[in-house]
């Protein structure tokens, strides 16, 4: 089974924003961004930079026709700086010009004074300061307040978890054009066109429907196109509508890392209540979200922290707390796991720290907690079908767990250079946006008089396979072949009002609203077929399509798939369907924080092991062994890659992806040469994951959503590593702070107990690095 | 592509970068097309794999392509005046300045047949600027003097950066960080500068003065790198550490060549970089251990030396602290591979 896509990848044919052949008269935009993170604009001299021959046009604010504003959740982010700048690469002004190079030239002849104010970095700074974008979000059940009686041992700590650059390899952008009738096509490297639509709706004050926005795929979102791809289209819209010509805006790689947000930092305390056994009675957690400039999707992400904060454990008495901290960084947003991996990390800190302290194994409290079937979380929802245990037994048994630890053992006590670590890390993921107006989809299906199908929905290719897995549900409900299937652009002519491509759903949805469509087409061509068999029109069950051929009560008939579509057409009967999808049985209460979120849980269980160097503080992720929950897959291929690729994704956020910003907000860390992400050598040599095979009776033909839960076993390498160091060193109180660069291991392993943290390394008013 | 192994298949696909970290799919993929041709000793070439349609037709026309391209650019000796960017492979230049050099003049050393080669002189091995990384590692000379030079460049870059960076560009960017030239410093290198008619040498340790400036004068480039072969009783090691192992920049490396007689040490040339605005040469832990007795005791002595000599900054690549301890560790590491027979890991562990 293929991903249609890759196909076209391969050859190298497939489109792209800055593939797409721009007619005549198409000019080039560039962003001038703040150079200061917080103050006044006193001044902005764009004079001499317009005269530069080739640049046709500055726009400011205040050219804006309609609202210089683009926020989602909160109403606080403007298109354009005003008087204020609240970030380094905030936007102040785009230029115009017949050419990239000149328009980039143009940008840097443009000048502006900037009245300094205070710059916040840190979340626990703007907490302190009262600099809340919401009210705090508080998730609980139980009584946590009265179970730390209860408890034979409570331990307490903080840690932080690092921000991660998205990285998509096709860069932020749009190319727009004017359209008659004062309208505006926007084709837009987007995960959310009608996110696009909206802001470019209120940024030019023309309705929604003047405004058509296309996607033909994107070269990689990882939810940094979810919300934060509107900012580009409607400079681009803007552009195009002020100077009535085509624009096309692509951000060069140091711009978007330079002035778009990346995964949100955390900087967390915890504390926790065991029993002496190992079980856990009470927890506790406060979350200070760095938000960045202003809120973006940052309140969502948040809420996702807390409905994670206890991972794959049901524990009693929960009270989590969550605080939306704004900084003057770029505002952070959607990043795979969406808040979940945040929220994870910290529960299994505060476990790694609890055994310690108790002279228990972490994976022994881990296994002792495990959510089982019907148990209730935190915030209402019964657990169904549940895969905790089944899913570690799986991982114990199949990966021999217990050669593994005796392995290393062995290798612990024969090497004193080198140590190895491993950690299990079991994960449960909801499935559904949080915000439950979102959960619908809608799509188009044509059957066209030769046969050949099409299908249009709300879902966004961005290389995770969507669009084959909707294919195979055409297949299924049709029975017919791939190769007459073809998938069609996201377009808002065609799927209005749609969610964006996000938290694993993307497949869920679009099937469900195909799904719809297919079986309403399905239906007429049974009663064309009926018709044309001369059977009574109610035996519609007594008809099926099966491999292309129409059997009435079990036999094979002569009618075939392509002469049914051509009698049906003939009897002017319709061969489109456009049908709607509406997740079922989700609720929430944002008032108690309790209700029926999500539609169901994906769970999983890996181990991961690594090699340190002790001499020299670096380290190998040596393997990750995996029983995932994955239902039914539509998919295996596409699904163990999306596994794999998340699970080094998630390796690479808590390993060596580290995002710096020194004190003044600048972003030290701006270019590939100082922001790595995982190589192919970083690989693990050993990647085994391992299908659970267990159906999910509320997914597409038993399937499950794949995109972000794995990423979430990446969190077992920051323990695996902590483990070899802690080999090396049994004495050294570990510094919880994610990402565990080698320079974090190496202070760990030879400093006196005085590892930096997070805040310090910010504090640290580093400097640019040489090149 | 090196087929039928897992260490050709890696070499043939890094300096890629997969953000949807797929890199296993990609591992098996190539690995699949590898084992298609690994039937017997056949060498597999391009015709082949167009012939199976695994390339495009055009892909055969490339190299050809491209080399009447070079010929039509400006080589060194056009008679401007002015004096632009001389371009070695551009992997630096055109990587951290792209817009500035589409408007900048340009000389272009490699069609310079005199910068070329890697020979040996009067005892001395003289490397011509545009040698590459790869071209050292598969030259000869440094297979059968520094058998493990090969072995360390395989940290530098990736294959196709590895195939264009040269060691003028990497001497002459002067990065303090730079691998060649911190490996090339610990042979006590001399380069050769040239105006394009008076030739004249400088040592490599005196070349650099402060971050980014070199002796070299405005009009002069560097012809050639050389060292003296060495004899004796000699031992060498390179270490580099970085955030990310592979494709990625020191954040502290070292080098070191030394001769020893009975356990001593009769000479010795130590760098590191990324511990100063220049690529170091640790002059006066060179001295402290010329002459010393290969003990624990001494090289904890130079260690602290060491830490006298350097002034690292905090910057994305570590922080000062940081540096400072991988200093330590890299030249303890030095010593451990070196003489493993007379250096524990335990004597290293003064911090604990
Ligand atoms: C992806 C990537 C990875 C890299 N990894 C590494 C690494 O691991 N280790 C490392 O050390 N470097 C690395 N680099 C940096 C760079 O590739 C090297 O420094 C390389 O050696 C530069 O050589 P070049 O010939 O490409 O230099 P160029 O870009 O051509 O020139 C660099 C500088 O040297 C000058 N120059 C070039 N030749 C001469 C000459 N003969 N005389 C006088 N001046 C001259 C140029 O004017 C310029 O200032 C990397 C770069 C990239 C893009």
Aim: glycine share 8%; hydrophobic share 35%; charged share 25%.
């Amino acid at each position: 089974m293929k991903d249609y896509d890759m196909i076209h990848h391969v050859r190298g044919e497939s489109q792209f924003i800055d593939d797409i052949n721009f007619p005549n008269g198409t000019l080039f935009a560039s962003v001038f961004y703040s150079p200061v993170a917080h103050g006044k604009i006193k001044n902005l001299d764009i004079d001499y930079a317009k005269k530069i021959s080739g640049v046709v046009s500055i726009i400011t604010y205040k050219d804006i026709p309609g609202n210089n504003q683009i926020g989602g959740i909160v109403q606080d982010e403007p298109l354009l700086a005003e008087n204020e700048v609240h970030f380094i690469g905030m936007p102040v002004a785009i230029v115009i010009a017949g050419t990239q190079f000149i328009a980039r030239e143009a940008v840097r002849n443009i000048k502006i004074e900037i009245d300094p104010l205070p710059v916040i970095t840190d979340p626990r700074e703007a907490f302190a300061k009262g600099e809340l974008i919401i009210e705090p979000r508080i998730f609980s059940n139980g009584d946590v307040d009265g179970a730390w009686e209860k408890c034979d041992h409570i331990i307490e700590g903080q840690c932080e978890s690092g921000g991660q650059e998205h990285l998509y390899l096709e860069t932020q952008g749009s190319f727009a054009y004017p359209v008659e009738g004062g309208g505006i096509k926007i084709v837009s490297s987007t995960q959310g066109p009608t996110a696009v639509q909206r802001a470019v709706s209120n940024v030019l004050g023309i309705p929604m429907n003047k405004i058509e926005v296309e996607v033909l795929r994107l070269g990689g979102g990882f939810g940094g196109k979810e919300d934060q791809a509107s900012a580009w289209a409607a400079m681009a819209a803007l552009s195009a509508k002020l100077l009535n010509r085509p624009v096309k805006l692509v951000l060069p790689r140091h711009d978007d890392i330079i002035m778009t947000g990346k995964r949100n930092p955390y900087s967390s305390d915890f504390k926790i209540g065991l029993t002496k056994e190992g079980k856990i009675l009470a927890y506790e957690a406060v979350f200070y979200q760095n938000a960045g400039a202003s809120a973006d999707l940052s309140p969502a992400i948040l809420d996702r922290t807390l409905f994670h904060c206890a991972n794959a454990y049901y524990i009693p008495n929960v009270k989590a707390t969550g605080y939306c901290c704004r900084t003057n960084l770029p505002s952070n947003t959607a990043f795979r796991g969406f808040g979940g991996p945040q929220g994870k990390f910290v529960i299994e800190c505060a476990i790694s720290k609890a055994a310690e302290k108790m002279g228990l194994e972490a994976y022994d409290i881990q296994k002792k907690n495990l959510l089982k079937e019907n148990d209730e979380f935190h915030y209402g929802q019964i657990a169904k079908n549940v895969q905790t245990l089944s899913t570690w037994n799986a991982a114990e048994e199949q990966f021999h767990f217990e050669l593994i630890r005796d392995r290393i053992n062995k290798f612990n006590s024969e090497n004193s250079n080198f140590k190895k670590g491993f950690a299990f890390m079991p994960i449960c993921f909801g499935i559904a946006f949080t915000n439950t107006r979102m959960n619908q989809a809608n799509a188009l299906v044509n059957v066209y008089t030769d046969g050949s199908v099409s299908f249009s929905t709300a879902a966004v290719e961005m290389g995770q396979g969507v669009n084959s897995k909707i294919k195979e549900v055409v297949s299924r409900v049709f029975s017919i072949n791939h190769n007459r299937i073809k998938s069609e652009t996201t377009n808002t002519t065609r799927s209005a009002n749609t969610s964006p491509t996000a938290a694993s759903s993307g497949a869920d949805l679009n099937c469900g609203a195909v799904y719809n469509a297919c079986n309403k087409i399905l239906s007429r061509l049974k009663i064309s077929a009926l018709q044309e068999l001369k059977k009574n029109e109610k035996n519609a069950d007594k008809i099926l399509i099966k491999d292309e051929f129409v059997f009435y009560e079990g036999k094979k008939t002569d009618l075939g798939w392509e002469e049914l579509i051509e009698l049906t057409y003939a009897k002017r009967i319709s061969l489109s369907a456009h049908e709607h999808f509406a997740t079922p049985e989700i609720f929430f209460d944002r008032d108690t924080n309790k209700g029926n979120p999500f539609r169901y849980h994906v769970y999983g269980t890996a181990i991961t092991e690594a090699t340190v160097d002790c001499l020299r503080g670096t380290y190998v992720i040596d393997s990750v062994q995996a029983v995932h929950d994955f239902g039914i897959s539509l998919n295996p291929v596409i699904d163990r890659g999306q596994a794999e690729g998340a699970i080094i994704q998630g390796i690479g956020w808590m390993t060596i992806e580290e995002i710096i910003y020194n004190k003044d907000g600048k972003l030290l860390t701006d270019l590939l040469s100082t922001y790595k992400v995982p190589d192919i050598h970083f690989a693990p040599k050993v990647m085994d994951v391992r299908f659970l095979g267990e159906p999910n009776p509320v997914g597409m033909f038993n399937s499950k959503a794949i995109g972000e839960p794995p990423l979430m076993y990446g969190i077992g390498a920051y323990f695996a590593i902590m483990n070899a160091v802690k080999a090396f060193r049994p004495d050294t109180e570990f510094k919880l702070s994610a990402p565990i660069t080698p320079e974090k291991v190496l202070m760990n392993l030879y400093s006196c107990n005085n590892v930096r943290d997070a805040e310090t390394v910010l504090a640290n008013n580093r400097k640019e690095s040489s090149l | 592509m090196q087929t039928g192994n897992s260490t050709g298949v890696l070499e043939s696909l890094d300096g890629n970068i997969c953000r949807c970290t797929g890199h296993n799919s990609i591992i098996r993929a190539a690995q699949k097309v590898s084992d298609k041709f690994t039937s017997g000793d056949k060498i597999i070439t391009q015709s082949d794999l167009a012939e199976m349609k695994i390339i495009p037709e055009y892909f055969l026309t490339i190299h050809d392509r491209l080399q009447n391209l070079s010929q039509s650019g400006e080589g060194i000796n056009s008679d401007s005046k002015s004096y632009g960017y001389f371009v070695g492979g551009g992997t630096d230049l055109f990587v951290q300045r792209p817009d500035e050099m589409m408007n900048s003049e340009i000389k272009l050393l490699y069609n310079d047949k005199d910068l070329f080669g890697i020979d040996i002189k009067d005892g001395y091995c003289v490397i011509g600027s545009n040698a590459t990384v790869t071209d050292l590692r598969e030259c000869e000379i440094l297979k059968k003097y520094f058998p493990e030079f090969d072995g360390f460049m395989n940290l530098f870059g990736s294959t196709p950066i590895r195939n264009n960076a040269t060691v003028g560009g990497n001497l002459n960017n002067a990065s303090p960080i730079g691998d060649m030239t911190i490996f090339f410093l610990s042979l006590n290198s001399v380069v050769t500068l040239t105006d394009g008619i008076s030739e004249r040498d400088v040592f490599l340790k005196d070349y650099y003065l402060s971050y980014k400036k070199t002796d070299r004068l405005k009009n002069e480039y560097m012809k050639c790198l050389k060292f003296k072969l060495p004899d004796g009783n000699y031992f060498y090691n390179f270490e580099k550490v970085s955030k990310r192992t592979y494709l990625d920049i020191a954040s502290v490396n070292s080098s070191v060549f030394l001769k020893t007689e009975n356990n001593f040490i009769t000479e010795i040339y130590l760098s590191a970089g990324g511990v100063s605005a220049i690529p170091l040469f640790l002059s006066k832990t060179c001295e402290i251990l010329t002459g010393a007795e290969l003990s624990p005791d001494n090289i904890k002595e130079a260690v602290l030396t060491a830490q006298k000599e350097i002034s690292p900054i905090s910057d994305a690549r570590g922080s000062e602290d940081y540096k400072r301890l991988l200093l330590t560790r890299l030249i303890y590491a030095h010593f451990l591979v070196l003489f493993p027979e007379i250096f524990k890991t335990e004597d290293t562990y003064e911090r604990l």
